[in-house]
T-cell receptor, first 112, second 112 residues
């Protein structure tokens, strides 16, 4: 069990640029989740995959956000035309049915 | 609306000074309550899942309990390495199995 891996750990970008983050879940986990966490707050749910199917998206996930999990293994989260309000820690988690979520160490995004 | 409130926001203890953290929740139907530990710059680390009132779980110096309205995380004889932010989250029957609703956390500092 190597844990959930996220890349990059830190990303600094200018407003208006596009960014993409990658998440590699624990290998036997078929469920994958994206959350966002801002300073002093708890994580907020963004979206959820079971295998390659995206089953739920939060209202927080605006049209500028898109997530994929093409082969049911790793996932990517893309933010287009970044805004300063997108600055946050983006957390990925994975699980098997009925088991708790295991989180990665996140990608910290700073939009200048 | 489902809601999780944690108190206190911050707690400072001397090494060996036992205390409790509170998590009050309002949820339409509780599927599970989760406790996580989060160190600075890291993702949340799973501690416990509680499913029904009266349930208790223990791990080293930590003990989690659950009632119909709140959960407590009891810390017995804490050590400096217990310093972290402790997050509480709930999952309801109406939501997907990945949609955890988190509180803002309690930041615990244990001084030697």
């Amino acid at each position: 069990d190597t844990g959930v891996s996220q890349d990059p750990r830190h990303k600094i970008t200018k407003r208006g640029q596009n960014v993409t983050f990658r998440c590699d879940p624990i290998s036997e986990h078929n469920r994958l989740y994206w959350y966002r966490q801002t300073l002093g707050q708890g994580p907020e749910f963004l979206t959820y995959f079971q295998n390659e199917a995206q089953l739920e998206k939060s209202r927080l996930l605006s049209d500028r956000f898109s997530a994929e999990r093409p082969k049911g293994s790793f996932s990517t989260l893309e933010i287009q035309r970044t805004e300063q309000g997108d600055s946050a820690m983006y957390l990925c988690a994975s699980s098997t049915p009925g088991s708790p979520l295991h989180f990665g160490n996140g990608t910290r995004l700073t939009v200048t | 609306e489902d809601q999780v409130t944690q108190s206190p926001e911050a707690l400072r203890l001397q090494e060996g000074e036992s205390s409790s953290l509170n998590c009050s929740y309002t949820v339409s139907g509780l599927r599970g309550l989760f406790w996580y530990r989060q160190d600075p710059g890291k993702g949340p680390e799973f501690l416990f899942t509680l499913y029904s009132a009266g349930e208790e779980k223990e791990k080293e110096r930590l003990k989690a309990t659950l009632t119909k309205k709140e959960s407590f995380l009891h810390i017995t004889a804490p050590k400096p390495e217990d310093s972290a932010t402790y997050l509480c989250a709930v999952m309801n029957y109406g939501g997907s199995q990945g949609n955890l609703i988190f509180g803002k956390g309690t930041k615990l500092s244990v001084k030697p």
